[in-house]
């Protein structure tokens, strides 16, 4: 039988874990790298706790624009314009033709296009930075800027944003919501079931 002292550790200790996991639940990401941290933060105060959460990510759905937004714990390092943490990933219903996905990989590798889902996803370290990057993008894929051009256009607005100014090119979207149901390629299949003939 246990003695009263163990049963009071083992309470306390139970009730320690408790109140630490209710602490995470309130705001998470709280032991998360300082970029991720600030991502979570961010995208909490503007879209409310996520929808799911695991020990490395934070996922929203259908949040503003988006169709999806994840905060990764561990983002990829990336030096363009500035080096930074790419750990804020969102995406948008939007049709990238194939001859396009060079061109987008060109001016930021990024900025994702998803053929078989449809999507054009933006990996960042914060939305203006994603917005900024997707509307970039669209302009490269609308033919309005070569992928040089969209670099420059990218390194003078994020100097804007690094200033604490938001240039009118990172404040709003400007891709046109199309239906998800319209832009997906689920492709042609090559491969029939044993026992199908074409």
Known sequence: MPSPKSVHLTAALVLAVAVGRASAEERPAQ????????????IVAKYGPPQEQTATLLIWYRNGPWIRTVVHKLG???????KHQDVLEQSLPYKVPLNLYSAVATFNGSVIPDRTR???TAFGASEAENILSLNLARAVVRGEMNAEQARDAQV????????????????K???????EGDVTDPDTAMILPPGRTP
């Not at 003078?156 to 404040?171: C, M, Q, V």
């Not at 979207?173 to 239906?179: A, S």
């Open 31 to 42: 032991d998360w790298p300082a970029a991720s941290r600030a991502a979570a933060d961010a």
């Open 76 to 82: 990829a390092e990336h030096d363009f314009p500035v």
């Open 118 to 120: 449809g999507t054009l």
């Open 156 to 171: 003078a607005a994020e100097r804007d944003l690094a200033n604490g100014k938001t240039p009118e090119i990172a404040a």
């Open 173 to 179: 979207l400007r891709i046109e919501q199309q239906q």
